[in-house]
């Protein structure tokens, strides 16, 4: 559903976005985590076509959305990390107003306005100011307002910050229910266990790069007490990477540049074996060292920032 291939931001001199690949599935919701300043929000912008990559592919539902934005943009939802609500208008009319935009007609709109104020638990709100709302609740008019042209992706950037536990998990309700109805979601936060319980797939992006990826299932197993090990090679990594997997020890692969990390399962005679195999086949192995294989650990090893929450 979206393909994210070498995608580069940079601000001037800065790179927010590094050379960063992501691929999410038709029907997944996929968890975007990572510490403030790590790139989500302008990853999102890009693929929601508000921001212009420096460069790199992104593509949705087949679309090049360089080439094409206007289909991708009929595609998908975007809801922003900061939104502004129109204070002087109602509810329904707030919903009304983007259908307009969207080119929907009238009757079809409303209809479509009411089974959404229904969805994010507003029906009673239809007539009141949007200012009146509490932060929780404009954050669901957010949301049904990005689901009004019937988007097949939605980019929910840090949809439940600043939501207190009740409306969080009144949010992860929504979600699963618009899972349900087909919808793919890509969804950012910096709380990596928060998502992990509704999410297919987490990515985990730092400095702009996507530094681990995989299945719930995936990354709760190193939770298990996995052995996660990182190594260096001077050359030949894609060998290297294609000699690791054909390891049954060997469960996942990380890659970046020369530097491989591994998890697997096994003793450490086996992952002595392992490393000889790697030698033995000429593969210039510089550095081997353990890292401790749960969730956590490896957040924090893949990012650096020290305000991550977890
Ligand atoms: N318009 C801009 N001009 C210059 N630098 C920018 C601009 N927008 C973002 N940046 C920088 O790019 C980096 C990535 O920012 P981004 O907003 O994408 O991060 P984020 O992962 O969404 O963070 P947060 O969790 O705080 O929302 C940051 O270092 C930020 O300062
Ligand atoms: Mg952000």
Same mark, same amino acid.
């Given at each position: ?6 995608l580069v931001k940079k601000?001037?001199? @800065?790179? &927010? ?30 693929? !929601? ?5 420096? #460069?790199?592919? =992104?593509?949705?539902?087949? =679309?090049?959305?360089? *080439?094409?934005?206007i289909k991708v943009r009929?595609?998908?939802?975007? %809801? ?16 009304? @107003?983007?259908? #307009? !935009?969207?080119?929907?007609?009238? &009757?079809? /709109? /409303? /209809? ?15 007539? !009141?100011?949007?200012?009146?709302? #509490? ?8 949301? &049904? /307002? ?17 939501m207190d536990p009740r ?8 979600? *699963? ?5 087909? *919808? ?13 319980? $509704? ?20 990354? =709760? ?18 060998? !290297?990477? *294609? ?5 049954? %020890? ?12 591994? &998890? ?20 210039? =192995? ?11 650990? $490896? ?12």
């Amino acid at each position: 559903m979206l393909v994210i291939r070498d995608l580069v931001k940079k601000y001037g001199n @800065f790179t &927010a976005v590094d050379h960063l690949n992501m691929h999410v599935e038709r029907g997944q919701i996929y968890g975007f985590i990572g510490p403030n300043g790590a790139g989500k929000t302008t990853t999102m912008r890009i693929v !929601a076509t508000l921001l212009a990559p420096t #460069s790199g592919y =992104v593509e949705v539902d087949g =679309v090049d959305l360089q *080439k094409d934005p206007i289909k991708v943009r009929e595609k998908i939802g975007y %809801m922003p990390d900061f939104f502004g609500v129109y204070d002087n208008l109602k509810v329904m009319e707030y919903l009304d @107003f983007y259908g #307009s !935009a969207y080119g929907i007609e009238y &009757a079809q /709109r /409303r /209809r479509i306005a009411d089974d959404l104020l229904e969805l994010v638990d507003l029906s009673d709100k239809k007539d !009141a100011y949007v200012d009146t709302l #509490s932060r929780g609740m404009k954050q669901r008019l957010c949301l &049904a /307002r990005c689901l009004i042209h019937n988007p097949q992706l939605l980019i929910l950037d840090e949809p439940a910050s600043g939501m207190d536990p009740r409306a969080r998990a009144e949010i992860k309700g929504i979600l *699963k229910e618009l899972k349900r109805m087909g *919808k793919t979601i890509l969804i950012s936060s910096h709380i990596l266990a928060e998502l992990s319980e $509704i999410c297919d797939c987490v990515g985990i992006i730092d400095r702009g790069k996507v530094v681990i990826q995989g299945s719930v299932d995936q990354i =709760v197993q190193r939770m298990a007490g996995e052995t996660v090990v990182r190594f260096r090679v001077l050359r030949d990594v894609d060998r !290297a990477v *294609k000699l690791l997997k054909e390891q049954p %020890m060997v469960t996942g692969i990380v890659q970046e540049d020369l530097v491989l990390e591994i &998890a697997c399962k096994g003793t450490d005679e086996e992952l002595w074996n392992l490393l000889r195999t790697l030698v033995n086949n000429e593969i210039p =192995v510089i550095s081997f060292n353990k890292v401790d294989g749960n969730l956590e650990h $490896i957040f924090m090893e893949v990012t650096s920032d020290e305000e991550v929450v977890l």
